[in-house]
DNA sequence: TTTAAATAGGACCAATATAGTTCTGTTTAA
DNA sequence: TTAAACAGAACTATATTGGTCCTATTTAAA
């Protein structure tokens, strides 16, 4: 469905909370009553992103969580990494090799896959520090014209 | 899973065989036969196609199914449209209003429409034409330099 | 006129994947 | 020593999707 899972979601939102405060240790506790989710889905979330090392976690009371790195610095692509468990690719056969019995002369799995690294690129240049505040226009801007060249462009 | 459903990987597959021959109109037995798939599941990707126009049908004896208009005209966006039944978004608060409660003052949420706006974007720009043969370099690379800026690009 | 080939639509079932929960274990501050 | 907190893994329930089937309609050909 083109769609990002629900735990890939949730992640984006309890690291762009946390990345408010980068000094502070969170409990799952705490985000759990301040995002209004229920306190193992958030578990699950950071359980995952601390093993992609996208959060350290502090073990034992008073313990927590915390981004690992400056949201600059954590993008979009690498969330969804964390956070779904199959590979990135739109389509199973461009992500996994041998998933298709006619894969051998498949014209369109490469196209597919050539896909894939577009919009990869696009939600490798998404940082967490973007997702925080309301991303200015001029950002959407290079984002756009990242994606459609400006006619102005010169084509070299 | 950020994937495609199998029906639109399916769609992909059946309309660029049928981008091969524009004026033949293929039965779904013919269809099924080549491309090694079931022909009800492939009667029920034509049906959809029909219905969002992107195939024209005969009915009765004889009749089948023809790309309802040049391949170069058809995008994958498109064929993702008339195969998934949800509406186009990553995150489901993006491509839907009113699915979250606290959507009033999620900051989120309108990142995520942006990034959907791209990637939307770069799918709205690959044609079935461009599916059929491996796609050539340079337009890999036009895709390349459209969602990643080359430096030398006058940043106006 | 009849028959068979073909699409249209919709309902249905089965398999898979996801979401969410729970349990047990480990660590550490108080 | 206790309680707070994370780690990991297993489990269940639900939702989605994939796939099939049935009935109706259309139309060429016999």
């Given at each position: 469905m083109l769609r990002v899972s629900k735990l890939t979601d949730?992640?984006?939102?309890?690291?762009?909370?946390?990345a408010g405060f980068p000094e502070r240790l969170f409990?799952?506790?705490?985000?759990?009553?301040?995002?209004?989710?229920?306190?193992?889905?958030?578990s699950k979330v950071l359980k995952?992103?601390?093993?992609?090392?996208?959060?350290?976690?502090?073990?034992g009371a008073r313990g927590g969580y915390a981004l690992a790195r400056p949201a600059a610095q954590i993008s979009v692509a690498q969330i969804i990494d964390a956070l779904e468990d199959q590979p990135f690719g739109l389509t199973e056969c461009s992500a996994?090799?041998?998933?298709?019995?006619i894969e051998g002369d498949c014209r369109i799995r490469a196209n597919w896959q050539r896909i894939n690294t577009v919009?990869?690129?696009?939600?490798?240049?998404?940082?967490?520090?973007?997702m925080v505040q309301p991303m200015p226009l001029a950002s959407e801007a290079t984002m756009v014209r990242r994606a459609l060249p400006n006619r102005k462009c010169s084509p070299q």
């Open positions: 949730y992640g984006t939102l309890v690291l762009t909370h946390m409990s799952v506790a705490d985000l759990a009553q301040v995002l209004h989710l229920n306190a193992p889905t958030i995952a992103l601390g093993r992609h090392e996208l959060v350290t976690s502090v073990r996994t090799a041998g998933t298709c019995d919009v990869r690129r696009v939600l490798d240049d998404v940082s967490l520090a973007d």
